[in-house]
């Protein structure tokens, strides 16, 4: 059968006292409303619709890469209004719509796949999804007849005392046939408690019309809706203790889970062991038997097998196979260091390719730069690529030797096996197999301190 989504985000968010529309908020690196249309995608719906309003163009800027369609919501005037927006994305479709809320980011894609199989065997013409807690709050209640079959769903300002007692709740998560879900919500009213178009009325109106209506009770955890800074922070809890469980049940080693914070599209190799204080975000891949030592953030990259990192910054960049990174190294955009290579510490590369074997052991800033394999930067080298207008490029062979406190002025060249005396100035090319000796020469003046007074007794 026909299956789409549509995806609420038109609401401002108030509680969350935010100048960003709350379904840009971000879980574990990622804004709660690309979570939802991630999953949808992972659950097999390609045509995803979110409908936006408040905020709409911050929005569609955040998820503008997930190749979603947009409906737009005027005025805020509740759920099924909401609904009602996408009027044009639904009609002349026939099959299945899911709708899911952007605030509501814990949902698995097991479950969402489970749900709409329920809903499609099961005959419903509407089915939501359920879960029971003991308090049950703001959350809308699920009411049931004496068959155990749902009647309708009740917000809690509109429910009487016995249905305040209710413990199963709307997770705020629907599949609807989509032909009578557009009849439906043109026979919503606005009369209730909030004043509000409910798209939990059309449940209550498929039943008394004779339509056969479901209900899946999931785990609670995962319908959790956020509203709230502190929602936020226990929704980042919930899954990053999911994704730490994933990466260790996949062989990953994690010292201390509660203190290792790892983006929900990282992939971790196995053997791979990573101490407190790590930050791992974006699409970063560390690949089998890389050690993490303590307190790095590694974004955007890709880390090869068996490589060490402490204590960095690594940023859209990739490390080879064997590599050695840190204490204290920032590996800058667009970097890319080869196999068995050393960046040591206060090392700073941006922009720059390190061939295999090289060392960059100490003190040392690399930029704009390509160098070749099995070279050796001695301590506090700088490569000056920035005249102060315009960044220029060097280029350094294979096996060269830089010597302590070179500076590198680009655009320059160092030839295949060449050395740089330390203290030298490099400003023009430094030929294959030669010495490059670019300093004043040393004069001793003898008897000086004794001349000019100056020996201690
Ligand atoms: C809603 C459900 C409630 C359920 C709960 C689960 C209704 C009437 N109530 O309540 O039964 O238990 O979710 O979390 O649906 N939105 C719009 N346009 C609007 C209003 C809201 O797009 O005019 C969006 C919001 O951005 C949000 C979602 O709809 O993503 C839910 O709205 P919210 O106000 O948070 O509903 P709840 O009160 O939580
Ligand atoms: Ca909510």
């Not at 609401?11 to 690196?29: A, N």
């Not at 190749?67 to 005027?74: A, D, G, K, P, R």
């Not at 004496?146 to 309708?152: F, I, M, P, Q």
């Not at 590996?331 to 196999?339: L, Y």
Request: proline fraction near 2%; charged fraction near 25%; hydrophobic fraction near 35%.
């Amino acid at each position: 059968m026909y299956k789409c989504a549509a995806i609420l985000a038109a609401g401002e968010g108030k509680r969350m006292k935010s100048d960003t529309p709350k379904v840009l908020h971000k879980v574990c690196g990622k804004e709660m409303v690309n979570h939802v249309i991630d999953i949808m995608r992972k659950a097999g719906i390609e045509d995803v619709n979110v409908i936006v309003g408040k905020g709409a163009e911050k929005v569609k800027e955040g998820t503008k890469d997930r190749n979603v369609s947009y409906s737009f919501q005027e005025a805020q005037l509740g759920t099924g209004h909401a609904v009602k927006s996408a009027k044009d994305f639904l009609s002349s479709k026939s099959g299945t719509v899911a709708i899911f809320t952007g605030d509501a980011p814990l949902i698995k894609e097991e479950t969402v796949k489970e749900f709409i199989a329920f809903h499609e065997n099961g005959g419903f013409k509407a089915t939501i999804l359920t879960s029971v807690i003991d308090d049950a709050a703001h959350y809308g209640r699920v009411i049931r007849d004496e068959n155990g079959d749902v009647l309708k769903i009740v917000e809690a300002k509109d429910c009487n005392e016995e249905e305040l007692k209710v413990q199963e709740i709307n997770a705020g998560m629907y599949c609807f046939d989509i032909e009578l879900l557009l009849e439906s919500l043109e026979k919503l009213t606005n009369n209730n408690a909030q004043g509000e178009y409910y798209i939990t009325d059309v449940i209550g109106i498929l039943k008394s019309e004779g339509f056969k209506v479901g209900a899946m009770i999931t785990d609670y955890e995962e319908t959790i809706g956020v509203n709230s800074r502190v929602e936020l922070a226990e929704a980042e809890a919930i899954l990053r203790d999911r994704i730490n469980r994933k990466h260790m049940e996949n062989g990953v080693t994690i010292i201390d889970p509660k203190s290792t914070y790892i983006g929900s599209d990282v992939e971790i190799g196995r053997d791979t062991i990573i101490y407190p204080g790590n930050v791992i975000e974006g699409k970063t891949v560390i690949k089998e038997n890389c050690t993490l030592y303590p307190n790095s953030r590694i974004a955007d990259s890709t880390i090869e097998a068996g490589v060490d990192i402490q204590s960095s910054v690594i940023i859209e960049s990739y490390i080879g196979e064997g590599t050695t990174v840190g204490p204290f190294a920032y590996i800058r955009p667009e970097t890319n260091i080869g196999k068995n290579a050393r960046i040591g510490d206060f090392v700073e590369i941006k922009k720059s390719t390190i061939g295999d074997n090289t060392k960059v052991s100490h003190l040392t800033y690399i930029g704009d730069a390509e160098v070749g394999s099995g070279c050796n930067f001695g301590c506090g080298t700088v490569v000056v690529n920035y005249d102060g207008k315009k960044k220029y490029k060097t280029k350094i062979g294979n096996n060269v030797f830089i010597g302590c406190n070179t500076n590198l002025v680009a655009p320059v060249e160092v030839k295949d096996n060449a050395y740089t005396a330390a203290g030298s100035t490099i400003t023009s090319e430094v030929p294959e197999d030669s010495l490059a000796v670019a300093r004043a020469k040393q004069v001793n003046i003898e008897g000086w301190v004794v001349k000019k007074g100056l020996k201690k007794k």
